[in-house]
């Protein structure tokens, strides 16, 4: 990291405050009713846009506020950002379908042709590109090499994944609420520890780049997989119906945390803390 590069822990604190306080103040105003749902919406764009302003507040050149973005992207970037989200959903669906705690969804046909599912794929998958580079500029493209420097790559990304999974917590428990289920405040936290749990996988993936936009693949994908095959993952009604994979449990995010947690063991014996990492700067 070079000299201009460094941010001083007091606009870190400043950041993740603001961040936080912001996130939590939309959500709030959103369940009082004071604000419409489509607020939330913005929320997304919020680490970015907070990332570009404590930027220019601490003066950095307009290189270093472009880096993230325009820095090199490389292949082995763009392989674990496709093969990290597929593996997740795949490997917690079979272990749903093995375990009889979910089965194979045969009646999910809409009466949409094939390219119109297609289709709909294409677009559904743009529009969420431009929410995904918001976050994840913010994350890791200032917060998680910010805080690298002064903690390492470890206690950074805990801490990357604390601040996420702090912000999107309110939503996801609000959201929740307003689907129906029985226990919300319990599957946002597990929402909470499922953030937490893939921030490793995305600070390795950021940290085979010098860009964000494999990492911004990532979580579009990631963003886009989880409701195709698990429906529930954020309407508890949809447990039984829609998507590939039907589950038995209210919720499908107990499975998909303890997958997720099953590749932290593997990432730490292929990446280890703080080592090189393979194919970084390649």
Not at 121 to 149: D, H, K, M, N, W
Request: charged share 5%; aromatic share 12%.
């Amino acid at each position: 990291m070079f000299e201009q590069d460094v941010v001083k822990p007091g606009y870190i604190l400043g950041y993740i405050l603001a961040l936080l306080s912001l996130s939590w103040l939309v959500t709030a105003l959103a369940a009082l009713g004071l604000l419409s749902f489509s607020w939330l919406l913005l929320l997304p764009f919020l680490p970015g846009i907070l990332a570009l302003l404590f930027l220019s507040l601490e003066g950095h050149p307009v290189e270093v506020h472009a880096r993230p973005v325009l820095g090199p992207v490389t292949v082995p970037s763009i392989l674990f950002a496709v093969a990290y989200p597929l593996l997740l959903v795949g490997l917690s669906a079979l272990v749903a379908l093995g375990t009889g705690l979910g089965y194979l969804n045969t009646g999910t046909g809409t009466g949409s042709t094939f390219a119109g599912a297609i289709a709909l794929g294409v677009i559904a998958f743009l529009a969420a590109i431009p929410a995904s580079l918001g976050q994840e500029y913010g994350y890791r493209g200032y917060l998680l090499p910010a805080l690298t420097y002064w903690q390492g790559r470890t206690g950074a990304t805990l801490s990357v994944g604390v601040t996420w999974g702090l912000a999107t917590a309110p939503v996801a428990w609000l959201v929740l609420s307003a689907a129906g289920s029985g226990s919300p405040l319990a599957l946002a936290f597990l929402g909470f520890l499922l953030t937490l749990t893939v921030a490793f996988a995305f600070t390795i993936c950021a940290s085979l780049s010098g860009s964000v936009l494999p990492v911004t693949l990532m979580n579009v994908l990631l963003l886009l997989a989880v409701p195709v095959f698990f429906p529930a993952s954020w309407d508890p009604r949809l447990a039984g119906s829609g998507g590939l994979i039907g589950v038995t449990w209210p919720s499908p995010l107990p499975l998909l945390l303890l997958v997720a947690l099953a590749f932290i063991p593997v990432f730490a014996w292929l990446f280890p803390p703080d080592g090189e990492i393979p194919g970084d700067g390649l």
